[in-house]
Structures are given as C-alpha cells and as structure tokens.
T-cell receptor, first 109, second 115 residues
C-alpha cells in the first residue's frame, strides 16, 4: 500500500463542473504539495500546504493534518484544466517527497 | 527565462549505449533532484544533491551516476542503457531547509526511449 493514496484515479467532468480530488497519507508530514502535469509537458507546483487552506484563482487546496487528508478543488472547470494532478508529501523524517499515483482529469467542453 | 531546464527533451537510443541528461537551475536553490516517472506516471526520487553533495541516493542501478559540478547543475549519466530505463526523467530544485515552506520547481522532463 502506498503511503500516499489519491482518488479518483481517473475523473471526467463537463465544463463548468466543480471538481474534487482527494489525497490521503499514512505518514507524518511537514508539508503537502499539489502538482499539475499537462500531457507531454512538465510538472508545475500548484500549492504547498502545511495547514488550513489556500486559494489561487479557481483552485482551492485544503489540508486536515489530524485526518491526514487533503483535497484539491477546481471551481468552474475548463477543458484547459485537463491534466494529471499529483499529491506529494514531505515526510517529517526526511527531505524527500513521496508521490501519489496521480489523478487524470479530463474536462469536456 | 526557464527556471529549471533539462536537455535533451527527447532521446531515443539503442540498448547498451551510454547517455547523459543535463539539468540547470537559475533560481539560486541549494538542492537539486532527479526523479523517474514510469509508464504508469508514478514519480520516484532517484538522487538529490545539496550544495554539490549527494544527500539522497535511492536504490537505483549503479549504471546511473549523477554528477553535480556546481549547485546550479545536476547531470545524470546512464551507462549500458536497458529497455527498462525507458521513462521520463525530471529534474527539480528547491531550497533544502525551506522545502516545507517553499515550493519545488520541476524541469520539463526528458523523454528517454531505449530501443
């Protein structure tokens, strides 16, 4: 079992829908990153969280440290949001990121 | 200016060859990383250097050898390439002591295909 689990693995939505991607982890962490990977492209860090909630445009990320859970929300989704979204945690015991397997999001027009 | 740049972006080579992937960052970060992304899109760390010193060395074959000539560069050399080495290799950088407070920057990836 991976230390970082994401759900769903695949998600298809219609343009305009509200989207939620979940990340659960089983280790102590000092931070959690949400990353975005476009098809054929590189990886971009969307958020770094250690507590609470962050918002950037239509993206909102939340984390509950006690429940070891984070969510990434996309409001008013758009086809350009289609990408793989990856959750990564920085364990308190080290300096390396441990990654979830990613969620493939497809937003249809 | 690209913050983390990798070259080449695409590389097709025959089994048994030796190849290198180069990475440079212009962010002033003190730590650089090499990650491998397999066909299932799962990212795994391979190596990390902090101020030119190796700090993370995961279980990867000895055929993989990182080299950091200075803290802005981290190159990956692969000897005797095998079919299973086909993957996307990502370079990244951050401030080590601030990785929990600052973000990590990734390169565009290097698509390696071994035939």
């Amino acid at each position: 079992k991976n230390e970082v689990e994401q759900s769903p693995q695949n998600l298809t939505a219609q343009e305009g829908e509200f989207i939620t991607i979940n990340c659960s982890y089983s280790v102590g962490i000092s931070a959690l990153h949400w990353l975005q990977q476009h098809p054929g492209g590189g990886i971009v860090s969307l958020f770094m969280l250690s507590s609470g909630k962050k918002k950037h445009g239509r993206l909102i990320a939340t984390i509950n440290i006690q429940e070891k859970h984070s969510s990434l929300h996309i409001t008013a989704s758009h086809p350009r949001d289609s990408a793989v979204y990856i959750c990564a945690v920085l364990k308190t015991s080290g300096s390396r990121l441990t990654f979830g397997e990613g969620t493939q999001l497809t937003v249809n027009p | 200016d690209t913050a983390v740049s990798q070259t080449p972006k695409y590389l097709v080579t025959q089994m048994g060859n030796d190849k290198s992937i180069k990475c440079e960052q212009n962010l002033g970060h003190d730590t650089m990383y090499w990650y491998k992304q397999d066909s299932k899109k799962f990212l795994k760390i391979m190596f990390s250097y902090n101020n030119k010193e190796l700090i993370i060395n995961e279980t990867v074959p000895n055929r993989f050898s990182p080299k950091s000539p200075d803290k802005a560069h981290l190159n990956l050399h692969i000897n005797s390439l095998e079919l299973g080495d086909s993957a996307v290799y990502f370079c990244a950088s951050s401030h080590l002591r601030s990785i929990s407070g600052n973000t990590i920057y990734f390169g565009e990836g290097s698509w390696l295909t071994v035939v």
